[in-house]
């Protein structure tokens, strides 16, 4: 809500406050705000109201802050909302969970719909949906008693109860609606028992001391109000068009190229500070950026983050801050499919491990913000598996692939002078690369393929043939070509339970092709191992199989880089500073100046 201010309610506290000494406020960034902490206290706004009356009622022509401010400062202090922020996304689809949510892997979507458990920024679980650490579990780890908050509502009004969570893990599993991305997730789930209105009992079918990561991680999964979703006969198709959940914000209108939400007073957490929250379509990152120079969005880069050229164009721009969180952007990746000849022979894909230029490929695709990934898959820059200062196994060595290649019989043919790799048959090496996937962003996965042309076609004979793929169809063609090129979000892959990737993925199969029992079984052990300390060591166990058989060749890691209008909003800076999601975010993003306010 806004407050109003008007002469009735300034007269009267005239009244009220006429024993205190008046007061000229120096400027400030937040209306109000005289310490410049962007926090406006109750003697400070007791200061700036005596300004504004002395200049409304005495016209002494005081440095009064305007109606606008005034209200700014009174929210500030309150913890009230206030104002909008214009987040800018590329398309229609990312406006709204549409077509509805369910079909987007019923992930929380933070700001409408909410989980039972999220993790904070220390990595540790807190209650969402459920009462922060009540939770209990049995010692088979198989049954777990989570408490719920009980002053939780739907936007709608209704009251959120255990029945919506048992609703929504049914409805999520039950085979008839076709939900298949929830089916793996939740598979260890036998059943959901309700005990009163304000507890859930979890039947495991097996010991799962981590059941709360699968919750939790990777984006986790939403709960869903029972009294909209239990008349839908097919969730694939039908849609909530009031997007009705129990998180800070509810939807308020949309049209095309915007939509708008709107916090809601009735939230049972930490209540936003921002009034709105608008996204416009932009359809490309050059666009976002002018638009944030321009003043008509406050924030770019809160996907993966800016690219090098974005951050160059914004650098040194007024009212435009630049914030930079290493390692939070994206991880960049050669994935082999092992199933295909000649990536079906690990020797093969170990030879190749040392035919990638990572600095190379670094420098090209990130510039300044990125460095070299050599550890595989997740793994932190410390990880002792694969240090690349004492025992680098993903080093770049032409001569030893080489070695390593005609150690597994193939052979480099220069007859005809070009190097041209055969097989133990004599046949030609052929590799197919397709594009398009999450690596598409800013051309990394072609950058990288400049550079395998060098090694790869050149010094070692692979001719090498690329496809261009829709974002559409790029899962499927990832089956049936030999390599594609990952770019995935960091801050969802930061867990040893994360290896599940190379299990399986929701296609029934992993994004590699790859198998390995000895792997399979270690996936097994650590999803009944609870002790942090040996939760590692399988991790550890875990990576030197990776780096023995390489599925996968990691090249690079992205700092994540952010660029918001510091004239408008503080607390931005929170956005990159974290493992995963933040549910308090907008209760964090103060707005400091009037030109939010909603018109």
Request: hydrophobic share 35%.
């Amino acid at each position: 809500m806004n407050i109003p201010i008007n002469s009735k309610t300034l007269l009267g506290l005239l009244v009220m406050l006429i024993s205190l000494a008046f007061a000229v406020v120096p400027a400030a960034a937040l209306p109000g705000d005289t310490n410049g902490d962007y926090d406006v206290t109750a003697a400070e706004l007791t200061d700036v109201v005596f300004t504004y009356m002395k200049a409304t009622f005495l016209n002494d022509g005081s440095n009064a802050l305007t109606d606008e401010e005034l209200s700014l400062a009174a929210h500030n202090c309150l913890k009230l909302p206030y104002g909008r922020i214009v987040i800018p996304v590329e398309g229609e689809l990312d406006l709204l969970p549409t077509p509805n949510v369910l079909d987007r892997k019923a992930s929380p979507q933070s700001l409408l719909y909410e989980g039972l458990v999220t993790r904070d920024r220390s990595g540790a679980f807190r209650g969402w949906l459920a009462k922060n650490n009540e939770w209990t579990v049995s010692s088979d780890a198989k049954t777990w008693t989570i408490p719920l908050v009980e002053n939780a509502v739907w936007h709608d009004g209704e009251p959120f109860t255990s029945a919506d969570v048992q609703f929504t893990f049914d409805y999520l599993t039950n085979p008839d609606n076709e939900l298949i991305t929830m089916g793996p997730v939740l598979s260890q789930v036998e059943s959901v028992e309700c005990d009163g209105d304000y507890t859930v009992i979890f039947n495991l079918k097996e010991s799962n001391p981590v059941f709360l990561e699968i919750l939790s991680g990777g984006p986790g999964v939403g709960v869903y109000p029972r009294h909209i979703w239990q008349s839908c006969t097919n969730p694939l198709t039908e849609q909530d068009h009031e997007f009705i959940g129990t998180g800070p914000f509810k939807y308020l209108n949309s049209e095309p190229g915007m939509s708008v939400i709107q916090a809601f007073p009735d939230y049972h957490g930490n209540l936003p500070l921002v009034k709105q929250v608008i996204k416009k379509v932009y359809s490309d990152e050059g666009s976002q950026v002018q638009a944030l120079i321009n003043g008509d969005i406050d924030v770019v880069g809160t996907g993966f983050g800016l690219k090098p050229a974005s951050v160059t164009a914004l650098t040194g721009k007024n009212n435009i801050e630049l914030i930079r969180a290493p390692y939070q952007g994206q991880v960049f990746e050669i994935a082999f499919n092992s199933e295909l000849y000649p990536g079906n022979i690990t020797a093969f894909r170990k030879a190749l491990s040392h035919a990638v230029n990572r600095a190379g490929m670094t420098t090209m695709i990130g510039g300044g913000y990125a460095r070299e990934t050599h550890t595989s898959y997740i793994l932190p820059p410390d990880n002792p598996v694969n240090n690349p200062n004492t025992n680098n196994k993903f080093n770049y060595d032409i001569a030893l692939a080489k070695t390593l290649l005609s150690e597994a019989g193939f052979t480099i043919d220069s007859s005809s002078g070009k190097n041209v790799l055969k097989d133990p048959s004599g046949n030609p090496v052929e590799l197919t690369m397709v594009y398009g996937g999450k690596a598409s962003s800013g051309n990394a996965d072609q950058k990288m393929v400049q550079y395998l042309r060098q090694d790869w076609e050149t010094k070692l004979g692979i001719k090498i043939t690329t496809l261009n793929s829709e974002k559409s169809t790029y899962n499927g063609l990832i089956g049936t070509t030999n390599i594609h090129f990952d770019g995935m979000p960091m801050r969802f892959h930061d867990d040893i339970e994360d290896f599940s990737n190379f299990n399986t993925s929701p296609s029934g199969t992993n994004y590699y092709h790859w198998q390995n029992d000895t792997f399979t079984n270690l996936m097994i052990e650590l999803g009944k191992t609870n002790d942090d300390s040996d939760r590692q060591e399988i991790g550890y166990a875990l990576q030197e199989i990776l780096v023995a058989e390489a599925p996968m060749i990691p090249v690079c890691s992205m700092d994540a880089i952010v660029a918001y209008r510091s004239d408008r909003f503080t607390g931005l800076q929170e956005i990159i500073e974290i493992a995963g999601g933040d549910i308090d975010i907008y209760a964090q993003i103060k707005p400091i100046s009037v030109a939010v306010a909603i018109p």
